[in-house]
């Protein structure tokens, strides 16, 4: 069963490495279907890797192909808002994304991560403990390798990063597991406001067997769940924190897992993302001896908090995948530093409202730098902020002024869309230059 109820005509909206995951997997289908791909971008991504017998539109919509269509299937970039998938759907022709396609594909179990921030590390720290446990488990979804190029390597588990804007277009994923870690303003571009953008992260409790919430962020427990449901927090119930003789652990019902000093990821934000995974782990049966061996072993993702250059006690810090203002104020107050911070914000601001930084950045010795699209939103959170059009400008300067015991900070609460292709691009752009600079802070050629 492909789960396609017959349908002859699918177009694609969208190309990238999502829309050719779904070309793909459309082809490996028995019998014959007319394959079409829409892109709005005049040379879109990956239409090289385009098999032949797919027909392409790029550059505007097409309205022919989309009201033939007898399935669309809509990139997570693509809002069903769009006028033009508006017009399909009133013709009654159905909307999926790759994840729905996944859903009623896979045949295998499923755990299933969202939230504003934290994700992407949870996922990856879900996969490491299956790893370490011997499992062959594919992970991805919103990282890493697409949902749909996982099933062709047949795995025994699949952990799963879905975004909100994956989740509107899903309706039948079934799931092991499934947490929601945090609610907090991003995407207000897309969405009508907190509570809806809330909604779109809510299904993905819809058809889970287990509901994980955030004992600590209440928005994100289910207000109605037919299943099982438990969470995890800074208190010591359920997966929580206890005390035994001075000693802090990670714990599950009160039963000690490993002591918190040795996880090996940094920071407060990540003891909760820890106690997450635990939970995912629990639920398919990972036992603790591997999780934890995966909980003292992986040390995060590159472009989140991570240290790229250092050379005369001048730090050079990427933390580019901070792409709203939750994660810079998480890696702000996560900070611990002897001299000022420079500051490095701005990019796509997605419509946020970035007030809630002011009296954190009162607290910090910090020079701001403002750059991109949106960065002049963030010149009045402080009193002499520094205003560019580049983040590479702003590094050069930065590394001009920085003293020792200084840190330069790329932590943009942005989007990238305004000048780098996404936040791993900004992050590459941010390491080459800063493998660069730090030596010009100590005036060395």
């Not at 505007?60 to 808002?81: C, E, F, R, T």
């Not at 006028?83 to 399909?88: D, G, S």
């Not at 930084?357 to 910090?366: G, N, R």
């Not at 520094?386 to 300067?397: D, G, N, P, W």
């Amino acid at each position: 069963m492909n789960g396609l109820d017959g349908a002859k005509k699918v177009v694609v909206i969208g190309l990238g490495m999502t829309g050719l995951s779904v070309v793909n997997h459309l082809l490996r289908q028995p019998g014959e279907m007319d394959i079409k791909v829409i892109d709005t971008r005049p040379t879109p991504p990956g239409q090289d890797k385009l098999p032949p017998q797919v027909s392409l539109c790029s550059g505007s919509w097409n309205m022919d192909w989309l009201l033939a269509a007898d399935m669309i299937v809509a990139s997570p970039g693509i809002a069903l808002a769009t006028p033009e998938l508006v017009t399909a759907a009133k013709a009654g022709i159905e909307i999926v994304g790759d994840i729905e396609l996944f859903a009623r594909a896979v045949n295998k179990p499923v755990v299933a991560i969202t939230g504003s921030n934290g994700k992407s590390t949870v996922t990856s720290l879900v996969g490491e403990m299956a790893r370490e446990a011997g499992i062959n488990v594919g992970v991805g979804g919103n990282i890493g390798f697409a949902a749909l190029d996982m099933l062709a390597q047949d795995h025994d588990l699949y952990v799963l990063e879905l975004s909100s804007f994956q989740l509107e277009t899903t309706s039948s994923l079934q799931l092991k597991a499934a947490v929601y870690l945090n609610l907090s303003e991003d995407h207000m571009d897309r969405y009508d406001g907190l509570a809806d953008y809330s909604r779109a992260k809510m299904r993905i409790f819809d058809h889970a067997e287990l509901a994980v919430f955030n004992r600590d962020d209440l928005a994100t427990r289910p207000a109605a769940f037919a299943g099982e449901i438990t969470s995890f927090g800074f208190d010591s119930e359920a997966y929580g924190l206890i005390s035994i003789d001075g000693e802090e652990y990670l714990a599950a019902s009160q039963q000690p897992v490993m002591a918190t000093r040795e996880i090996a990821l940094v920071g407060r934000h990540n003891v909760a993302n820890s106690l997450a995974a635990l939970a995912l782990a629990d639920a398919v049966d990972i036992e603790h001896s591997a999780a934890c061996r995966a909980l003292k072993r992986y040390n995060g993702l590159a472009h989140r908090c991570q240290l790229v250059a250092s050379y005369h006690d001048v730090q050079w810090v990427n933390d580019s995948k901070a792409t709203n203002l939750a994660s810079t104020l998480a890696a702000l107050k996560g900070l611990s530093l002897s001299g000022k911070l420079h500051l490095l914000v701005g990019g796509d601001g997605k419509g946020a409202d970035f007030s809630e930084l002011k009296p954190v950045l009162a607290d910090l010795d910090v020079q701001l730098y403002c750059y991109g699209r949106d960065g002049y939103q963030f010149a009045p959170l402080v009193e002499k902020p520094l205003s560019v059009e580049t983040m590479e400008q702003a590094m050069i300067i930065a590394a001009e002024t920085a003293q020792a015991g200084d840190m330069v900070l790329l932590s943009p609460a942005c989007a990238s869309f305004d000048q780098f292709p996404n936040f791993m691009a900004r992050g590459d752009a941010f390491v080459s230059l800063a493998t660069e600079l730090q030596f010009k802070v100590a005036g060395v050629s």
